[in-house]
């Protein structure tokens, strides 16, 4: 646990390289849900390194088809975290893609028209607020706090 603790601190701090994400996943020792927090950590840290490259040099559509995969990914296993920051980063990819529509007066990019980008864009947003909100929630509860 104290492990983990050292790695979100450096992950938050961007003080992470590859070479320690990798890490993650070899580390054994520790409890099996430890071992899978690890693994989910990796994994989404390398899709979302992949997708944040591709959305920062422009290629929208390469960022768009990385983050979809991934959402359907996480949505397979169910990993609620993962799923939000996919769908917050997939609202903001079509965001850019509308911003980037809207000033070359394009109607489709990435196949898709103005409508459909503004109602994923949306859908992203409100399912990455509605994960947030519950995670928040459930922490809140769990800890015994009251709103008084």
């Keep these: ?5 050292d790695v979100m601190k450096d992950i938050n701090g961007m003080r992470i390289s590859n ?5 993650l996943s070899n580390y054994k020792g520790s409890c099996r849900e430890v071992d899978s927090v690890y693994k989910t950590m ?3 840290y390398k899709v979302v390194q992949f997708a944040n490259a591709a959305f920062f040099i422009g290629d929208l559509d390469v960022a768009y088809q990385v983050l ?3 959402l359907r990914l996480f949505t397979r296993l169910n990993n609620k975290k993962a799923i939000a920051v996919a769908s917050n980063n997939l609202g903001n990819t079509m965001l850019t893609i509308y911003r980037t529509m809207k000033a070359s007066k ?3 990019m990435c196949g898709l028209s103005k ?10 947003f ?3 607020i509605k994960l947030g909100e519950t995670a928040y929630d459930d922490f809140y509860n769990k800890q015994g706090w009251s709103e008084e």
């Design 68 to 70: 979809r995969d991934a």
């Design 115 to 124: 409508d459909n980008v503004i109602a994923k864009g949306k859908a992203y």
């Design 126 to 128: 409100t399912l990455s």
């Design 42 to 44: 990796e994994m989404l």
């Design 19 to 23: 070479d320690d994400v990798t890490q």
């Design 1 to 5: 646990i104290l492990q983990l603790l």
């Design 106 to 108: 394009s109607e489709e």
